[in-house]
């Protein structure tokens, strides 16, 4: 059983950075699709990047190309996500998954079912 947990989270000003890491236990993340999502009140969850298991191509979110980069750590069991430029709008629960069935693009862009998730890390951009 993957147990997953995020931290990193915190209050920023915009423009700001942040480095956001969810790490597994349980079992190795290597061979799991592996996605960061948020939530902010009052609107649906979104999925913001994810990394493939097989070959760790990447997909972003429209909203986030060119400032988020997703990454993995095999040794650490952990994935990244490095967020700059940001913006007030990127403020909401952000949420790491894994799915060892599923594909990248399913897992960040299709809605469904996913097999594992952690718990959130709120991130706040505010001045």
């Known amino acids: 059983q993957l147990q997953l947990v995020e931290s990193g989270g915190g209050l920023v000003p915009p423009g700001g950075s942040l480095r956001l890491s969810c790490v597994a236990s349980?079992?190795?993340?290597?061979?799991?699709?592996v996605g960061w999502f948020r939530q902010a009140p009052g609107k649906e969850r979104e999925g913001v990047s994810c990394?493939?298991?097989?070959?760790?191509?990447?997909y972003y979110a429209e909203s986030v190309k060119g400032r988020f980069t997703i990454s993995r750590d095999i040794t650490k069991n952990t994935v990244y996500l490095q967020m700059t430029s940001l913006k007030s709008e990127d403020t909401a629960v952000y949420y790491c998954?894994?799915?060892?069935?599923?594909?990248?693009?399913?897992?960040?862009?299709?809605?469904?079912?996913?097999?594992?998730w952690g718990q959130g890390t709120q991130v706040t951009v505010s001045s």
């Open positions: 990394i493939a298991g097989n070959d760790d191509s990447t």
């Open positions: 998954a894994a799915d060892p069935r599923l594909g990248l693009y399913r897992l960040c862009a299709l809605p469904g079912p996913v097999e594992y």
């Open positions: 349980g079992n190795t993340l290597d061979y799991h699709a």
